[in-house]
């Protein structure tokens, strides 16, 4: 089916999808298998072996790259390992250019592993395009970007960065988790590489972990495909299986996620021990009309700091909830509530967080699908 012109509902159900020739299965089937019998040495149907192809990876990775924009899809085993397969796209000495506010993960692979063998790593606001420019040397070869950005909700302007990529012949990164492809096409506005962790809202139920890459460009998907067969940090069937599923109902479950957050943004404002509510829906957010015009909506994830700015008074809110669940990730169905500055981003020096705006007490809310009136009633109580 060619799924190009129709709306993204309609893609996430359809796309990569076709009855089983077989048995005419609605549903992809699982290969669990580890390779495929050849009627001659090196004729085959178009399977060798399960860490290079696998026909449920291969219907994901076309749904993938439909529902993103773009024309190749690439899975991994994780968002770690799709951050990796990025990364080992550059050489020694080479230079990344990326946003200041960046998820704790990404941060530790950076300077951590990949500085090790000679890639530097610059770290810039990216809310202004001449913070970009100013890093930028003769061995800048990427600019690695989130938006909205992991936990302060920043909002980075795709299109600006990608006048600038061009400009200086760079690769132009987005991690578009946070957003997921219902709100947010980055290829759209001229991002070269679009990686996901589809642990989060493309899975949506907090049963799978899982990684995507999506680009346009062939030379780029011959290197990452030949990264994938090669470092073989690849997904498993059953863990494809559960992504593919979940992008049925991505649409439904993001517009519900969207209502949620706003609700309780707009909730937390009235709270007099609340000192900033982090939302890019809020009017009075900086980057507001940014994100108005390269997303359909605003999301789930609402992050917000106490008066009190202590990790204490942090814990002492995060121990008294009772359907927000104090858990790392986010994008499941249901609620979850983290404090970066001791969990998903402990591994960023505090220095470096606090000059961010990463405050101690800030509290970050992967508001879910519940019905919305509860979840307020539970943080009311965990304030009391």
Same mark, same amino acid.
């Given at each position: 089916m060619?799924v ?10 359809h ?5 089983d ?10 290969y669990?298998t580890?390779?495929y ?13 399960s ?13 993938m ?6 024309k190749?899809?690439t899975?991994?085993?994780s ?5 990796d397969a ?5 050489s ?8 200041n506010?960046l998820y704790?993960?990404?941060?530790r ?13 610059n ?12 890093a930028?040397?003769p061995?800048t070869?990427m600019?690695w970007v ?27 990164v987005?991690?578009?988790?946070f957003a ?27 049963d ?6 999506i680009t346009n460009?062939?030379?780029?998907q ?7 067969n090669?470092?073989g ?7 494809c299986?559960l992504v593919?599923?979940?992008?049925k109902?991505?649409?439904v479950?993001?517009?519900q996620?969207c ?5 309780i ?22 980057n507001?009309?940014i994100?108005?015009?390269q ?9 917000f700091? !106490? $008066? *009190? ?7 002492d +809110?995060?121990?008294?909830?009772? =359907?927000? %669940?104090?858990? /790392?990730?986010?994008?499941?169905v249901e ?10 981003h402990?591994?960023i ?8 705006? !990463? $405050? *101690?007490?800030l509290?970050?809310l992967?508001v879910? +699908?519940?019905?919305?009136?509860? =979840?307020? %009633?539970?943080? /009311?109580?965990?304030?009391?």
């Amino acid at each position: 089916m060619d799924v190009k012109n129709l709306s993204i509902g309609t893609k996430l159900i359809h796309a990569g999808v076709e009855p089983d020739p077989a048995t005419g299965a609605i549903m992809t089937p699982i290969y669990q298998t580890t390779t495929y019998v050849q009627s001659a040495p090196g004729v085959h149907k178009g399977y060798e072996y399960s860490r290079s192809q696998n026909p449920i990876r291969h219907a994901l990775e076309k749904a993938m790259a439909a529902i993103e924009n773009g024309k190749h899809a690439t899975c991994y085993g994780s968002g770690m390992a799709a951050i990796d397969a990025i990364l080992k796209l550059l050489s020694p000495g080479d230079e990344v250019v990326s946003t200041n506010d960046l998820y704790g993960g990404a941060y530790r692979i950076f300077m951590q592993v990949f500085k090790q063998y000679g890639i530097h790593f610059n770290f810039v606001g990216m809310n202004d395009m001449a913070f970009i420019e100013a890093a930028i040397t003769p061995n800048t070869k990427m600019l690695w970007v989130e938006t909205p950005t992991n936990p302060m909700l920043n909002i980075i302007d795709i299109e600006a960065c990608a006048s600038v990529a061009k400009k200086h012949n760079l690769i132009l990164v987005v991690d578009n988790t946070f957003a997921s492809p219902y709100l947010q096409n980055p290829l759209d506005w001229g991002a070269d590489i679009v990686m996901h962790s589809a642990t989060k809202y493309l899975g949506g139920h907090s049963d799978v972990v899982h990684g995507c890459i999506i680009t346009n460009s062939d030379d780029l998907q011959k290197k990452l495909r030949f990264i994938q067969n090669s470092c073989g940090a690849v997904p498993g069937p059953q863990d494809c299986f559960l992504v593919l599923r979940g992008l049925k109902t991505l649409h439904v479950r993001m517009r519900q996620h969207c209502i949620n957050a706003k609700a309780i943004a707009t909730w937390l404002k009235t709270n007099k021990k609340v000192d900033q509510v982090l939302w890019c829906g809020l009017p009075e957010h900086p980057n507001h009309n940014i994100a108005k015009k390269q997303m359909r909506d605003f999301g789930g994830m609402v992050s917000f700091s !106490l $008066k *009190d700015d202590t990790v204490q008074a942090a814990h002492d +809110i995060l121990s008294k909830t009772k =359907l927000f %669940a104090l858990a /790392e990730s986010l994008g499941g169905v249901e609620s979850l509530c983290g404090h970066p500055a001791t969990m998903t981003h402990a591994s960023i020096p505090r220095a470096e967080r606090i000059a961010i705006g !990463l $405050k *101690d007490s800030l509290i970050r809310l992967s508001v879910g +699908i519940e019905d919305v009136e509860d =979840l307020m %009633a539970d943080l /009311e109580q965990a304030f009391s």
